[in-house]
């Protein structure tokens, strides 16, 4: 069966303190995986997908990166606005649909 | 480009009743998920369609639970006889294939 594991649970960053957030996945092969930020009371934004090992990208303050095992969430000099939870979750590739698994999140909290 | 609608945003039912959500694909989207988010715990997949068919319903509950995607109009969850349990947000996502999952704002649904 498919895991996400996402760490921390939470977390808590001055102003300007770069970080990173990590998503280790088991899975059998892999689609895609998938970075989502999510607001209280909100559904989950996307943010990033990611193909393949070694393949980053990046938006704004945001850089995501990807291993064979699992996926790293940088936030560079964060703002109170990035305050949020950060979700991964990964589609495995065998052979037509393969339903998504979502990790249970960073709840990020990112202090003036 | 309006994204994933869903309606209503709050519903509240009393035990027994039945509740009714529903959503709208993102303009040019034929494909449609539901998830179940309960507080503090990550995203559960609960049913993936297409126009007019089931593909993968194997993270519904056997009973009380259905969902259809028909030809016309928006795809509609609907929980019979609703219970305590009951009680979550429910998110809609739709994509132009099995990729990349845009989601909706989400209906949350208390039961008295």
């Known amino acids: 069966e498919d895991q996400v594991t996402q760490s921390p649970e939470a977390l808590r960053l001055q102003e300007g303190e770069s970080s990173s957030l990590n998503c280790s996945y088991t899975?059998?092969?892999?689609?895609?995986l998938f970075w989502y930020r999510q607001d209280p009371g909100k559904g989950p934004e996307f943010l990033f997908t990611?193909?393949?090992a070694g393949e980053e990208k990046e938006k704004e303050r945001l850089k995501a990166t990807l291993t064979k095992k699992e996926s790293f969430l940088h936030i560079t000099a964060p703002k109170p606005e990035d305050s949020a939870t950060y979700l991964c979750?990964?589609?495995?590739?065998?052979?037509?649909?393969?339903?998504?698994?979502f990790g249970t999140g960073t709840k990020l909290q990112v202090i003036p | 480009n309006a994204g994933v609608m869903q309606n209503p945003r709050h519903l509240v039912r009393r035990r027994g009743q039945e509740a009714r959500l529903r959503c709208s694909p993102m303009?040019?989207?034929?494909?449609v998920y539901w998830y179940r988010q309960l507080p503090e715990e990550g995203l559960k997949f609960m049913v993936y369609?297409?126009?007019?068919?089931?593909?993968?319903e194997s993270g519904m509950p056997k009973e009380r639970f259905s969902a259809e995607f028909p030809k016309e109009g928006p795809s509609i969850l609907r929980i019979q006889q609703v219970v305590r349990g009951d009680s979550a947000a429910y998110f809609c996502?739709?994509?132009?294939?099995?990729?990349?999952?845009?989601f909706g704002p989400g209906t949350r649904l208390t039961v008295l």
């Open positions: 996502a739709s994509s132009t294939s099995t990729d990349t999952q845009y």
């Open positions: 899975v059998s092969g892999l689609r895609g």
């Open positions: 990611l193909y393949s």
């Open positions: 979750a990964v589609q495995p590739s065998s052979g037509g649909y393969q339903k998504v698994t």
């Open positions: 303009k040019g989207h034929s494909h």
């Open positions: 369609l297409q126009k007019e068919n089931i593909i993968d």
